[in-house]
């Protein structure tokens, strides 16, 4: 029996991003720009470019803008027409899905990403899916979502979970691999035999740390339906997981591009510089401008 296609895809952007603030009091975290455009926009473009037809934000209060976001802008739009900047009505229009494409469900108590995927439960139709962190801006192409489809697609994987290697101090930050025996195969991936969530430095089974992105089967809602609540009050995404991986073959699938921790202020300006470095409008500009920053100090 073939497998079902991945279409669908939940983003949890429920968060309260107190690590902004104040910029965060009024504007979701999400919409908090990379050089010129929010960083939920990314996230939804590395979807796009997976095959994904069908985007689930799970939001909160104070979220409407996002929606706002993936919406037309008509009075916008005809004033760039008017003023022939056909360039910047490309950029608005881009990233928008075709009706009917785009749901939003509210996740109305903070009590952690498990929680925020089992919100979206009725949306799904009991279909495999992906996860997409916003939190996460992965830069690479082919993106880490569409390497992770093709796994998905061209092994007997049920579920794949995006990983890189991470320095053994840094273990307990993260949710990480048990792959016992198992060896890398050629395509970048490693059979999975259990997770451990943020373990202690030497009760870690190894190193190797899953990032925001996740191809899930609908089975795990069985397991998140039933989760209890642990550190911080919050349902953890991994357990659930941990528990699947007996039941449905699991992948780690290495991500070997650039990754950017856009849930920190460092990180989303490291992702803002990286990205202007890029742009050749402004590339020139902007090392010039850290050129004369860097003497100042």
Do not use: W
């Amino acid at each position: 029996m073939p497998k079902q296609k991945i279409t669908k895809a939940v983003l949890p952007v429920a968060g309260l991003g107190t690590r902004f603030l104040p910029a965060t009091k009024v504007m979701p975290k999400e919409m908090m720009p990379i050089f010129n455009k929010p960083i939920i926009q990314y996230v939804m473009e590395e979807a796009m470019d997976a095959g994904i037809e069908e985007f689930i934000f799970v939001t909160g209060r104070g979220k409407v803008i996002i929606e706002d976001h993936f919406d037309i802008s008509y009075e916008l739009e005809r004033h760039l027409d008017r003023s022939q900047k056909t360039h910047y009505k490309d950029l608005i229009t881009k990233g928008i899905p075709k009706p009917g494409k785009v749901f939003f469900t509210r996740q109305q108590f903070p009590l952690g990403l498990g929680h925020a995927i089992g919100c979206a439960k009725v949306l799904l139709d009991d279909e495999p899916f992906a996860v997409l962190l916003p939190d996460e801006y992965l830069r690479h192409n082919p993106s880490c979502m569409k390497a992770m489809v093709e796994v998905y697609n061209n092994t007997d994987a049920k579920n794949v979970l995006a990983y890189q290697e991470v320095d053994k101090n840094k273990v307990s930050n993260y949710g990480i691999l048990d792959v016992g025996n198992n060896k890398e195969e050629s395509n970048n991936t490693i059979q999975i035999k259990g997770l451990v969530e943020k373990p202690a430095i030497d009760k870690a089974p190894s190193n190797l740390a899953i990032i925001g992105r996740y191809i899930l089967q609908p089975e795990i809602f069985k397991f998140l339906e039933k989760a209890k609540q642990g550190v911080q009050g919050e349902i953890q995404l991994t357990d659930s997981i941990d528990k699947i991986i007996g039941l449905k073959k699991t992948y780690g699938y290495k991500y070997v591009g650039e990754r950017f921790d856009c849930g920190n202020p460092l990180g989303l300006l490291e992702a803002s510089i990286e990205v202007a470095l890029a742009n050749n409008e402004y590339k020139k500009q902007t090392a010039a401008l850290l050129k004369n920053k860097a003497e100042q100090l």
